[in-house]
């Protein structure tokens, strides 16, 4: 179940990753990784009992748009089903593309097959014969939308609630690091020998920026 409570931590583009240049902007990445509203998170019966959270297709599809500017395509490479299992399978790539760049993703989809019901002795009885295959497939192939998309991190906290962080990413020039380091000296959590004391309130009066970030990582801020 998706937390209704999640702490949003802030954090720049360059804090996310160790790659040189990033694919998304600030906005795109924000956006990925914000939490899905509430309004868009429904649940269904469990195997086994209980209910699960689940995202639609149309959500889905939404945020590609809104995130790859409808710059993505989405393609069934192979598909199977089997009458005896009772399953069919959609193994589907996702690709997007953003300033120049492209990010692929493949996963599998699946979906239960439903048969035809017929009448003996009057009772139901389920046969062999598939109600509408034509449906299960569509159904799997959107099972293989929304599980490509969430490698991406789309509606991760549906799926991944204890691992799930709410992340606001936000460009370096925006962070106010003079604030954040008085903060520091303030708190009383942050143990600080005299000379680091001393050595950070003078990058403070010198106004030594290139320095600012180097202060905050070393003291864990």
Known sequence: MANDKVAVMEITKEE??????????????????????????????????????????????????????????????????????????????LTCRSKGNTVVKMQFGTKDIMFKNETQNGK????????????????????ALKKCASELGIASDVYAPNEFKAIKVID??????????????????????DDDRMSIERILDEKETLAYPKVLKRFGK
């Open 16 to 93: 996310l990753t160790k790659s040189e240049e990033n694919v998304l902007n600030s906005a795109q990445l924000s956006f990925l990784l914000q939490k899905t509203p509430k309004n868009h998170i429904y649940k269904r019966p469990a195997k086994g009992g209980g209910t699960w959270d689940f995202v639609t297709g149309v959500y889905v599809k939404k945020v590609l748009n809104l995130i790859f500017g409808w710059d993505w395509d989405f393609e069934v490479v192979e598909y199977k089903y089997d009458l005896d299992i009772g399953q069919v399978f959609v193994l589907g790539k």
């Open 124 to 143: 139901k009885v389920k046969t062999k014969f598939p109600l509408d295959l034509g449906n299960d497939l569509k159904a799997a192939t959107t099972s």
């Open 172 to 193: 370096a020039e925006d962070i106010d690091y003079e604030a954040e380091i008085r903060d520091l000296l303030n708190d009383d959590n942050v143990i600080l020998s």
